[in-house]
């Protein structure tokens, strides 16, 4: 039985891992790979209360977050390629268009 | 039978329709305006119709009274000024009646005849609207039954007047004669307008025929009336041309004949007598003294004008101081009483008729010779017979010869004058002497002799003789109503008073014949033959006199004109160069001014709160573009630092 306290700190620690990631990262896999911690650290603090209030309900939600990841996931590296194909980087420095 | 003829009699028959007389002209005033000059012909079909139907309905509207019928008298509500209700209305009765015939009657003959005489006028069109319309102003003096609606058709006459006597304004002979005309009848118009105030306040009404009844019951004090039968009488100085407002008669003759036959001696002309006769009540409730001043002014202005009328070349003007001279005949009559009235208005009724025909006639002379001068004419008689003999029959009614129309009321007029004072009827036998013989004097320089002008005359046409000889007949045929073997029918129409008839007196019939005779025949020895110098010109000083019109034109002239045109004139371009000016220039410094302070406020505080948002809005965004660099991950810093601030501020507070 893993104590609550515990479940919580390791999901703030994968989260703050993540975070780094999508803020320091250049290379968008990379980036994305980051958003893909936060949401799993997400998913273990669902799960840890779940467990810890005997309410299956959120685990349920696990389940979707998952889901709706898988699809994030697709969706993202379909718009890496695309900027690849476009002009030949992934880096997320280079791709500042967006701006005044 | 005898309850049907008086129940006949009692209805007001056709009187009740006497408005639409008035209104017909009105209406044809209206329709050649507008279509004139589309309709063939050029428009004179709308004036002949309509006051030929006017004409018609006036002699039903006589027919009533020929019947013995009574007035009638109606009319609607116009407009109200504080207790003062004005309306308009129609008073109907004998005398109405007649002076309907005249109006409408003298009115078709000069519609008629100007088809003709101003063939091929360039304003054709507008001559007949201004007939059209003096017709209906006067046919509204005539009908109206109140004095607001008579003002109102008096000064339209006068009006159509001067737009008609400056006709041909091209001239500026022309121009200033309609000037001169309406400037000296305005100088009679303003007295006028004044006695009417004073009728208005003294008895609260407009209404003529309730005037009269509240004089007769005596609510109105007699120097009440006094003042207002003055002031009135101003009125009819100027506009019927008496002395000393009758210069503008004779240059009234610089306007197309057939208006000068029309306004200037049938109608407009005889409105001043008209008016006199109309209010007679308040002159006779007046002092005695305004009616020996009516008299006094008559008696003057008949012997004066028919001085002037010896001297005179221009046929017109001959004619025109003959009008002034006749209607001042009537003037003085008025100031004898109610018979005197009575034959004035008799006189008014052949006058009308025979002075139009001598003027039409007269036209046909000067529209065959092209020149109104008589030095210029002369043995006419035989190119232009129908002429001729129509313009002796109205020169001989015009002398007082039996048994033409002017013979029967010259003669009721010197019966009248012997009954009231001496002065006045040998002023008027010596005046039927005088016309006499200038009356002659014109027949015999245009008919007679030899030809002294040029070209070859030929007779008018017959749009223009039929109406010469349509009046002939009435210079006849019309005396006869007056007279005492014809039971004096004229009378029973008019009657003020007194309904009786001036009965016929041998003498009197015989000195005014003997006048007119003696007229004639000292006329026809003096014009006989053909002389180098017409002997009214050579009778020295009363010549120079006579000529220069008894220097009334001069004193009009300088005394009046002149001095005040002079210092108006320099008052006015004083006011004109420092007031105006002045006012002018001021209104444009200040406006520059204005607009300056304006542009500055526009320049410095509107601009400048524009500018200055601008500028504001420009120098933020300047700073706040750098937030926006286009790099995500720089976004993600400040949204997680958000989420931090936003879940530190949640948990601790």
Redesign the interface.
Same mark, same amino acid.
């Given at each position: 039985m893993i104590r609550l306290p515990l479940a919580l700190f390791f999901s703030a620690v994968l989260f703050s891992a993540g %975070?780094y990631g %999508? /803020?320091?990262r250049r290379n968008a896999v990379l %980036?994305l790979m980051s958003i893909e911690l936060m949401l799993n650290a997400v998913n273990v603090n669902l799960v840890a209360f779940s467990q810890a209030w005997k309410n299956l309900a959120g685990q349920v939600f696990a389940l979707f977050l998952i889901a709706v990841a898988a699809a994030e996931v697709g969706i993202g590296l379909a718009i890496v390629i695309l900027i690849y194909r476009n002009r030949e980087t992934i880096n %997320?420095?280079e791709?500042?268009? /967006?701006?005044? | 039978m005898v309850a049907a003829a008086e129940a006949v009699v009692a209805s007001p028959g056709f009187a009740k329709y006497a408005w639409i007389i008035a209104l017909l002209p009105m209406l044809s005033a209206a329709l050649t305006l507008f279509f004139g000059k589309r309709t063939p012909g050029r428009g004179w079909i709308y004036g002949v119709a309509t006051v030929g139907a006017g004409f018609v309905l006036s002699l039903l509207v006589l027919w009533h009274f020929v019947q013995g019928g009574g007035a009638y008298s109606s009319s609607v509500s116009w407009f109200r000024v504080g207790s003062l209700h004005l309306e308009l209305g129609q008073y109907v009765d004998g005398l109405t009646a007649v002076m309907l015939i005249v109006v409408t009657a003298v009115s078709l003959c000069v519609h008629v005849y100007s088809i003709g005489y101003m063939h091929g006028d360039e304003r054709f069109t507008w001559f007949y609207v201004s007939l059209s319309l003096f017709t209906a102003a006067m046919l509204n003096v005539v009908v109206a039954d109140n004095l607001f609606q008579l003002l109102v058709g008096w000064e339209v006459m006068g009006f159509c007047s001067y737009i008609l006597i400056g006709h041909w304004w091209e001239e500026h002979v022309n121009s200033s004669a309609a000037i001169k005309a309406f400037l000296t009848t305005r100088t009679g118009d303003i007295p006028f307008l004044f006695g009417v105030f004073v009728l208005i306040v003294a008895s609260g009404t407009t209404n003529i025929h309730q005037i009269g009844e509240m004089l007769g019951a005596g609510d109105i004090a007699r120097g009440t009336a006094s003042a207002a039968a003055l002031l009135l009488f101003g009125g009819t100085i100027g506009k019927s041309a008496q002395f000393p407002l009758h210069v503008w008669l004779p240059d009234a003759m610089q306007g197309p004949t057939p208006v000068s036959a029309l306004i200037h001696a049938a109608t407009m002309v005889a409105a001043g007598v008209y008016l006199v006769g109309r209010l007679f009540d308040v002159f006779m409730h007046a002092d005695p003294w305004v009616l020996q001043f009516v008299g006094i002014i008559g008696g003057m202005t008949a012997l004066g004008a028919g001085l002037l009328g010896l001297v005179q070349d221009d046929i017109k003007r001959v004619l025109a101081y003959s009008t002034i001279s006749q209607l001042a005949y009537m003037v003085s009559l008025m100031s004898v009483g109610p018979a005197g009235r009575n034959a004035a208005f008799f006189h008014l009724f052949t006058h009308a008729f025979f002075k139009a025909l001598l003027f039409l006639g007269s036209g046909s002379v000067i529209h065959a010779v092209h020149s109104n001068n008589m030095s210029e004419m002369g043995g006419l008689r035989r190119p232009m017979p129908v002429t001729f003999w129509t313009f002796l029959i109205g020169s001989a009614a015009l002398a007082g010869i039996p048994p033409l129309a002017g013979f029967w009321s010259k003669d009721e007029l010197l019966v009248s004058a012997s009954n009231g004072h001496q002065v006045v009827f040998v002023v008027l036998l010596l005046t039927a002497l005088i016309t006499a013989f200038y009356t002659t004097r014109m027949v015999m320089l245009t008919f007679f002799g030899e030809f002294r002008g040029h070209g070859h005359p030929h007779e008018s046409p017959v749009s223009m003789t039929a109406p010469l000889v349509a009046l002939a007949g009435a210079t006849v045929g019309v005396g006869f109503l007056g007279a005492s073997f014809a039971k004096a029918v004229f009378f029973k129409w008019v009657y003020f008073e007194e309904p009786e008839a001036i009965h016929f007196v041998p003498w009197v019939a015989a000195l005014s014949v003997g006048a007119a005779l003696l007229g004639v025949l000292v006329g026809y020895s003096v014009y006989r033959e053909a002389r180098e110098r017409d002997p009214v010109l050579a009778m020295g000083p009363l010549t120079t006199l006579l000529v220069r019109k008894y220097f009334l034109d001069d004193i009009y002239l300088k005394g009046i004109v002149f001095p005040i045109r002079d210092k108006v004139s320099a008052f006015v371009y004083w006011t004109n160069q420092n007031v105006l000016d002045g006012a002018v220039d001021g209104a444009g410094w200040l406006a520059k001014a204005v607009s300056r302070a304006v542009d500055g406020f526009d320049g410095s505080v509107v601009d400048g709160a524009v500018n200055g948002v601008a500028q504001t809005a420009g120098f933020t965004g300047g700073i706040l573009r750098y937030v926006q660099s286009g790099n995500v991950q720089r976004y993600a810093v400040l949204l997680f630092t958000g989420v931090v601030v936003l879940a530190v501020v949640f948990t601790r507070f």
């Open positions: %975070v %999508v /803020l320091a %980036v %997320v420095d791709v500042d268009l /967006l701006k005044w | -």
